[in-house]
């Protein structure tokens, strides 16, 4: 009998670790396995006996939780929250990250707010690298979030335009998103309807930098900042073609840079002599560095050869690019692939650093009236036939 008594004793000591240790321990790992860390390092307070590193508390939890102290001290580490001074009691959560940025262990902390503005100090294991705290309730009221929801604490912005020129309007760039980081850890791309993009301090008529902000519209406080910078107001213009465009480019620098209101002109023209758009099409898929490269800027003319159409259009950020058909050809649109024209294209708007580029085609002009060479022949030599057709 006393064997039954023993063993019924021991199945409910059992129960009673399993309902109030052993279950709360697996559903707190399940329910902040995933959570990244959050809140914002401000400074580091160095002290005699170690230092601290205050941080400011996520949105969600700010209103309680303004700052928290992570603190080594003698060799120990300290967890300090600031609270509100009218908060008289508090529940929260604290999670704590390793170095791998994995939670390995979660804490509940309940107290009465002994002294206004200040939560106890909380021992924490070695290992902890980061915390992250989460509102369960305040003044016995739930205020915060508690468990990891879908509330937006936090955003970030990427595929930002960040380099504008002197004169440019402001747009955030075609690549631009937001991004929300929410309560449970997990990651949500906002719509232009739920941000606001303030580009008050934008001012391009001066070089410089300006920071623009980027506002939750449902909570103000919850927002992200970027620099942008200002510079000189430059053009730059590639040619990939060949006598005719090494033709137009000897004087196309000193027309633009007379007749424009630009600080800068860059010119550069990669040519190959009698070069067709099937050539062309050829070199730039097996990347043939067969061209003569001239380049002129406010610094002079430079000429190298044995260069390729990639190694140009990564060297600047080119805002033209024209692409050329041999002249015998150039009024015969049979001799103009669509497909091969729509390779070089898009291979110029994938490799050129400037998403803005524009591509276009370099007509040629039309053989003077006399020209014996044989490529007329296509025009039955007519010179007014040459330069409809080119």
């Known amino acids: 009998m006393a064997g039954w008594i023993i063993l019924f004793a021991a199945v409910c000591i059992l129960f009673a670790a399993t309902q109030f240790v052993f279950l709360p321990k697996i559903v707190t790992t399940l329910r902040y396995g995933a959570v990244k860390p959050r809140g914002c390092g401000r ?23 303004p700052q928290y102290l992570l603190s080594e001290r003698n060799g120990e580490k300290l967890l300090v929250c600031k609270l509100d001074e009218s908060v008289r009691s508090v529940d929260y959560d604290v999670a704590l990250f390793d170095k791998n940025g994995k939670v390995f262990k979660v804490l ?33 009221v739930r205020r915060g979030v508690g468990a990891p929801s879908d509330r937006v604490c936090s955003i970030e912005v990427s595929g930002a335009q960040r380099t504008f020129e002197k004169g440019d309007a402001f747009s955030p760039g075609g690549n631009f998103k937001v991004t929300a980081l929410l309560g449970d850890g997990k990651e ?15 001012d391009s008529s001066k070089e410089g930098k300006c ?32 006598s005719y465009s090494e033709d137009a480019h000897e004087f196309l620098y000193n027309i633009a840079e007379a007749l424009s209101d630009y600080d800068e002109i860059v010119t550069g023209n990669l040519m190959i002599g009698g070069c067709s758009l099937d050539t062309h099409y050829f070199n730039i ?60 294209r898009s291979f110029i708007v994938q490799n050129c650093s400037n998403g803005l580029v524009k591509f276009a085609r370099h007509s040629t002009w039309a053989y003077q009236q006399d020209c014996s060479y044989d490529g007329f022949g296509y025009y ?11």
Not at 188 to 202: A, G, K, N, P, Q
Not at 380 to 390: E, F
């Open 43 to 65: 400074r580091i307070i160095k002290e005699v006996k170690g230092e601290s590193i205050v941080y400011d508390a996520a949105p969600d939890v700010s209103h309680v939780i």
């Open 108 to 140: 509940n902390v309940r107290e009465e707010v002994g002294r206004a503005g200040y939560a106890r100090e909380i021992a924490l294991p070695r290992k902890t690298e980061y915390v992250s705290l989460y509102l369960n309730a305040a003044d016995s």
């Open 188 to 202: 949500r791309i906002l719509t232009e309807e739920e941000y606001i993009v303030d580009s008050s301090l934008f």
């Open 211 to 242: 920071e623009i902000t980027v506002r939750y519209a449902e909570d103000a406080n919850i927002s992200a900042r970027y620099t942008v910078t200002i510079e000189r107001a430059t053009l730059r213009i590639l040619s990939i073609g060949n």
């Open 285 to 344: 898929e097996n990347n043939v560095a067969d061209y003569s490269y001239r380049k002129q800027t406010a610094q002079g003319v430079t000429t190298q050869e044995g260069y390729t159409v990639l190694a140009a259009l990564m060297e600047e950020d080119w805002d033209f690019v024209t692409i050329q058909q041999v002249s015998h050809f150039s009024g015969i649109a049979n001799t103009i692939s669509a497909e091969k024209l729509g390779y070089i």
């Open 380 to 390: 039955n030599y007519d010179q007014r036939r040459c330069t409809r057709r080119s």
